[in-house]
């Protein structure tokens, strides 16, 4: 007990620590020693309040989000564009003489439609379909049907420019799955390869020097037009308002306005509940392969989906078909239909609907609807579809995410810290480990006899 009292004593006489050898000094009196130690604890205990608050900002203010408006040199990339087919009368009649023959019932036909254009409900199909019915769902694979009706790229796409140079619709519009079923999206991180195996991404950037984006395109089918950022997908609840629904012989005009994220690199190093977001390589999901808040909000509706009904519906991406709901998924589908189609927060007690805590994409843009316009073309030769979609003007703003309390910001604050308060380094640290550990260790190793072991620690 005496040895390691002496070591203490030792320490605290030679350490880096200030103020703590006028404590063990022989030659000043107890007040002064009482002084010294209560200045000691104060500087401790300020040096510990700085330290805790300079932690509480690195993990709850470590970034700033600003708005830059030095617009003149920047480049901006046009929206993805996502085309997902909505209605196919001439198809679904054609599958459906094909399998009852040409004098069916109308009834069948709507049954089709709900199944390959699903969007959580499926009135004809649970009246109308079973065993006791000639169209029986339950020997159906819903999978294979959709696949039957949905429209190829060329059967959907005729004509496609970008500022009025044509491209080849279907070798940059790539098929993408999604909860609305087989869409094609131009320039979407998620868009599978296409027929050559390749992934095909369009020029449509912007700046002073090329002006205002415009994409022009010719569609033969009725078709819903997402306009979304590249890690975004088309999913049930996207809100009308975002979305174009366009049909044969009317001309669309839809003007937008684009405001995107820039991202210091640092924010890499910095966690995802520090900067409140993600970026789309960092995916916790199994629905899409890229994170987003659209896609989480998919994973959220598959998840409740099955624990709800023990299935999901037939078109959500990447589920095995042996998940696959048939007429009584259907049916438990269709009777929580309002439970599944809305997302709510979690603090939203009492109401009806998918709780889906998803933070936003890092790198999502806000795009905005300027304006709409559509005009009848009842004399053109086919019926077609022209829709034109173009930035109303250059963005003159960006938001910029800054990381203002990095992991340097914090090592450099808490040792200025612990250094004007109490003057500790790393060092200082390293002297406890090696008085109270190695050098005891040592001693005791070498000393001939107890006497000698503390005269020859002391001396």
């Given at each position: 007990?005496?040895?390691?009292?002496?070591?203490?004593?030792?320490?605290?006489?030679?350490?880096?620590?200030?103020?703590?050898?006028?404590?063990?000094?022989?030659?000043?009196?107890?007040?002064?020693?009482?002084?010294?130690?209560?200045?000691?604890?104060?500087?401790?205990?300020?040096?510990?309040?700085?330290?805790?608050?300079?932690?509480?900002?690195?993990?709850?203010n470590a970034i700033s989000?600003?708005?830059?408006?030095?617009?003149?040199?920047?480049?901006?990339?046009?929206?993805?564009?996502?085309?997902?087919?909505?209605?196919?009368?001439?198809?679904?009649?054609?599958?459906?003489?094909?399998?009852?023959?040409?004098?069916?019932?109308?009834?069948?036909?709507?049954?089709?439609?709900?199944?390959?254009?699903?969007?959580?409900?499926?009135?004809?199909?649970?009246?109308?379909?079973?065993?006791?019915?000639?169209?029986?769902?339950?020997?159906?694979?819903?999978?294979?049907?959709?696949?039957?009706?949905?429209?190829?790229?060329?059967?959907?796409?005729?004509?496609?420019?970008?500022?009025?140079?044509?491209?080849?619709?279907?070798?940059?519009?790539?098929?993408?799955?999604?909860?609305?079923?087989?869409?094609?999206?131009?320039?979407?991180?998620?868009?599978?390869?296409?027929?050559?195996?390749?992934?095909?991404?369009?020029?449509?950037?912007?700046?002073?020097?090329?002006?205002?984006?415009?994409?022009?395109?010719?569609?033969?089918?009725?078709?819903?037009?997402?306009?979304?950022?590249?890690?975004?997908?088309?999913?049930?609840?996207?809100?009308?308002?975002?979305?174009?629904?366009?049909?044969?012989?009317?001309?669309?005009?839809?003007?937008i306005s684009v405001k995107?994220?820039?991202?210091?690199?640092?924010?890499?190093?910095?966690?995802?509940?520090?900067?409140?977001?993600?970026?789309?390589?960092?995916?916790?999901?199994?629905?899409?392969?890229?994170?987003?808040?659209?896609?989480?909000?998919?994973?959220?509706?598959?998840?409740?989906?099955?624990?709800?009904?023990?299935?999901?519906?037939?078109?959500?991406?990447?589920?095995?078909?042996?998940?696959?709901?048939?007429?009584?998924?259907?049916?438990?589908?269709?009777?929580?239909?309002?439970?599944?189609?809305?997302?709510?927060?979690?603090?939203?007690?009492?109401?009806?609907?998918?709780?889906?805590?998803?933070?936003?994409?890092?790198?999502?843009?806000?795009?905005?609807?300027?304006?709409?316009?559509?005009?009848?073309?009842?004399?053109?030769?086919?019926?077609?579809?022209?829709?034109?979609?173009?930035?109303?003007?250059?963005?003159?703003?960006?938001?910029?995410?800054?990381?203002?309390?990095?992991?340097?910001?914090?090592?450099?604050?808490?040792?200025?810290?612990?250094?004007?308060?109490?003057?500790?380094?790393?060092?200082?640290?390293?002297?406890?480990?090696?008085?109270?550990?190695?050098?005891?260790?040592?001693?005791?190793?070498?000393?001939?006899?107890?006497?000698?072991?503390?005269?020859?620690?002391?001396?």
């Open positions: 007990m005496g040895r390691y009292y002496n070591i203490l004593k030792e320490y605290m006489k030679n350490s880096s620590l200030h103020g703590v050898k006028f404590l063990i000094d022989d030659e000043i009196s107890f007040v002064e020693r009482l002084f010294w130690l209560f200045a000691i604890i104060l500087s401790w205990i300020g040096s510990g309040f700085l330290i805790m608050s300079a932690l509480d900002a690195f993990y709850h989000f600003v708005v830059e408006s030095s617009y003149r040199d920047w480049t901006t990339n046009f929206p993805s564009v996502v085309v997902c087919e909505s209605k196919n009368n001439d198809k679904i009649q054609g599958v459906a003489d094909k399998i009852w023959g040409t004098d069916h019932d109308f009834t069948f036909e709507e049954i089709l439609n709900e199944l390959t254009f699903f969007r959580g409900e499926s009135y004809h199909a649970i009246r109308e379909c079973g065993p006791e019915f000639e169209f029986d769902c339950l020997t159906m694979n819903f999978t294979d049907l959709v696949k039957m009706i949905r429209s190829s790229c060329d059967e959907i796409f005729s004509i496609c420019r970008w500022n009025s140079e044509h491209f080849d619709c279907c070798s940059y519009f790539l098929p993408i799955q999604t909860e609305v079923g087989l869409c094609y999206a131009l320039n979407s991180i998620h868009s599978e390869a296409s027929s050559n195996g390749k992934k095909k991404r369009l020029d449509t950037f912007s700046n002073k020097y090329t002006g205002p984006g415009k994409l022009y395109m010719e569609l033969k089918t009725e078709s819903n037009i997402f306009t979304i950022g590249e890690e975004e997908v088309p999913h049930l609840v996207t809100p009308k308002s975002e979305i174009l629904a366009v049909g044969p012989y009317i001309s669309y005009t839809r003007t995107n994220i820039e991202n210091d690199p640092l924010t890499r190093d910095v966690s995802v509940e520090q900067r409140n977001c993600r970026y789309s390589d960092e995916n916790i999901l199994d629905v899409h392969n890229y994170y987003s808040y659209s896609a989480c909000s998919v994973q959220c509706r598959k998840d409740k989906q099955l624990r709800i009904c023990n299935c999901t519906n037939h078109l959500m991406p990447n589920v095995p078909v042996t998940q696959h709901c048939h007429l009584e998924g259907l049916r438990c589908l269709n009777d929580h239909y309002e439970e599944l189609s809305v997302v709510i927060a979690k603090w939203s007690i009492g109401k009806k609907g998918v709780v889906c805590d998803c933070l936003p994409s890092c790198s999502e843009i806000d795009i905005s609807v300027v304006h709409d316009t559509r005009d009848n073309i009842y004399g053109h030769s086919s019926p077609l579809s022209m829709v034109s979609i173009e930035l109303a003007s250059l963005p003159t703003e960006r938001y910029k995410r800054n990381v203002i309390r990095g992991k340097l910001d914090l090592v450099v604050s808490m040792g200025g810290t612990a250094g004007l308060f109490v003057g500790a380094s790393v060092l200082s640290f390293v002297e406890i480990f090696y008085y109270f550990l190695i050098r005891p260790c040592y001693m005791s190793q070498n000393v001939e006899t107890p006497t000698n072991n503390v005269n020859e620690f002391l001396y």
